[in-house]
T-cell receptor
Framework: SQQGEEDPQALSIQEGENATMNCSYK?????LQWYRQNSGRGLVHLIL?????REKHSGRLRVTLDTSKKSSSLLITASRAADTASYFC???????????FGTGTRLQVFP | NAGVTQTPKFQVLKTGQSMTLQCAQD?????MYWYRQDPGMGLRLIYY???????DKGEVPNGYNVSRLNKREFSLRLESAAPSQTSVYFC??????????FGDGTRLSIL
């Protein structure tokens, strides 16, 4: 399988705490994307970071990318109960339009 | 603006039956994708279509066929359903190297 790996598989935190999820991948990439999936719904795109970028911010989200280690992290600051969802990383290779998804991190934020 | 619409939302089949999952988009994207999502796993690509009239195999194409009817529609067919094809199926669309937009999925059970 070409799937990437995410850790942790599951994460439980209290509202107001920060949540960090990590993603490792195997191939050279054009960009790396993070998606969110609420229970019973499709995936929703959160943020895209290009291979020549090292860090990107969007609201309470911060993404880092280390291409030498083939890894990325997603930080959600000041988490809310509404952030409860599964989060997936996906890598976009240079030569195709195909995304390779990680196995996901299930985040539970308790009020 | 519906985005990506999948039909049906739920389906139960008996082993050996056939059915077609439909996907339609109003986003004018060139690329369309079919994924399956199984418990504890990320999304795995079944087939994709980079443009109208073209289709290519993904990671898990066996047991499936697809048809890119026009730019808007991309269907997935199970000719002879097997219990191993019980899954949640997602359709997605995008332009090249851009984030994908997902439908809400078809939950398929094969008895």
């Amino acid at each position: 399988s070409q799937q990437g790996e995410e850790d942790p598989q599951a994460l439980s935190i209290q509202e107001g705490e920060n949540a960090t999820m990590n993603c490792s991948y195997k191939t050279s990439i054009n960009n790396l994307q993070w998606y969110r999936q609420n229970s019973g719904r499709g995936l929703v795109h959160l943020i895209l970071i290009r291979s020549n970028e090292r860090e990107k911010h969007s609201g309470r989200l911060r993404v880092t990318l280390d291409t030498s280690k083939k890894s990325s992290s997603l930080l959600i600051t000041a988490s809310r109960a509404a952030d409860t969802a599964s989060y997936f990383c996906a890598t976009d290779s240079v030569n195709t339009d195909k995304l390779i998804f990680g196995t996901g991190t299930r985040l539970q934020v308790f009020p | 603006n519906a985005g990506v619409t999948q039909t049906p939302k739920f389906q139960v089949l008996k082993t050996g039956q056939s059915m077609t999952l439909q996907c339609a988009q109003d986003m004018n994207h060139n690329s369309m994708y079919w994924y399956r999502q199984d418990p504890g796993m990320g999304l795995r690509l079944i087939y994709y279509s980079a443009s109208e009239g073209t289709t290519d195999k993904g990671e898990v194409p066996n047991g499936y066929n697809v048809s890119r009817l026009n730019k808007r529609e991309f269907s997935l067919r199970l000719e002879s359903a097997a219990p191993s094809q019980t899954s949640v199926y997602f359709c997605a669309t995008s332009d090249r190297h851009q984030p994908q937009h997902f439908g809400d999925g078809t939950r398929l059970s094969i008895l």
